[in-house]
C-alpha cells in the first residue's frame, strides 16, 4: 500500500508547522505565523488546516495553536528531509546560489520520485566520499 499524496500546497503547509514547532517552546504553530511565512492570508491558512485535520496530520482548536500528530510529523519530516537534500545538491555541490537552490528545492520537493531521490541520496554520498 503505498502512502498517501498531498498537495503541494497542504505540503508546505506541514512543512512550515514544523519547522515553526522545532522552533517554539512549547511545539505548536500558529496560524498568523504560518501565514506570515507563507506570505498566504489567515482564511487560507485555516482552510488548509481544516483539511490537515480531516487527514489526521494536526490537531487544532478556533483561535488555538497547531500541533503535528504522529502521522503528520512523519510526514512532514519526510518532505523537509527531500527539501534539504535538494538544496544541499543544488547549493554545496552545484553551486546554485542559496535563494535560487532553495526555490528550485520547494518546487521540486514536491514532485520528485522516491527512485530518483534516492538515486541523488547515493550520488551525494559517493561525492562526499570522493
Given at each position: 500500500m503505498s502512502?498517501?499524496?498531498?498537495?503541494q500546497?497542504?505540503?508546505?503547509y506541514l512543512e512550515?508547522?514544523?519547522?515553526?514547532?522545532a522552533?517554539?517552546?512549547d511545539?505548536?504553530?500558529?496560524?498568523?505565523d504560518?501565514?506570515?511565512?507563507?506570505n498566504?492570508k489567515?482564511?487560507s491558512v485555516?482552510?488548509?488546516?481544516e483539511?490537515l485535520k480531516?487527514?489526521?496530520?494536526?490537531?487544532?482548536?478556533?483561535?488555538?495553536?497547531?500541533f503535528?500528530?504522529?502521522?503528520?510529523?512523519?510526514?512532514?519530516?519526510?518532505?523537509y528531509?527531500?527539501?534539504?537534500l535538494l538544496?544541499?545538491?543544488?547549493h554545496?555541490?552545484?553551486?546554485v546560489?542559496?535563494?535560487?537552490?532553495?526555490?528550485?528545492?520547494?518546487t521540486i520537493e514536491h514532485?520528485?520520485?522516491?527512485e530518483?531521490?534516492?538515486k541523488?541520496r547515493e550520488f551525494?554520498a559517493?561525492y562526499?566520499?570522493?
Amino acid at each position: 500500500m503505498s502512502e498517501q499524496q498531498f498537495s503541494q500546497s497542504l505540503e508546505d503547509y506541514l512543512e512550515t508547522i514544523l519547522i515553526q514547532i522545532a522552533q517554539s517552546a512549547d511545539r505548536s504553530a500558529r496560524v498568523s505565523d504560518i501565514a506570515n511565512t507563507l506570505n498566504v492570508k489567515k482564511p487560507s491558512v485555516v482552510r488548509a488546516i481544516e483539511e490537515l485535520k480531516l487527514h489526521s496530520l494536526v490537531k487544532h482548536k478556533p483561535y488555538g495553536k497547531i500541533f503535528l500528530t504522529a502521522k503528520g510529523e512523519k510526514y512532514a519530516e519526510k518532505v523537509y528531509q527531500r527539501h534539504k537534500l535538494l538544496l544541499r545538491f543544488f547549493h554545496e555541490i552545484l553551486g546554485v546560489s542559496y535563494k535560487i537552490a532553495e526555490r528550485d528545492a520547494c518546487t521540486i520537493e514536491h514532485h520528485i520520485s522516491v527512485e530518483s531521490l534516492e538515486k541523488l541520496r547515493e550520488f551525494i554520498a559517493n561525492y562526499q566520499n570522493q
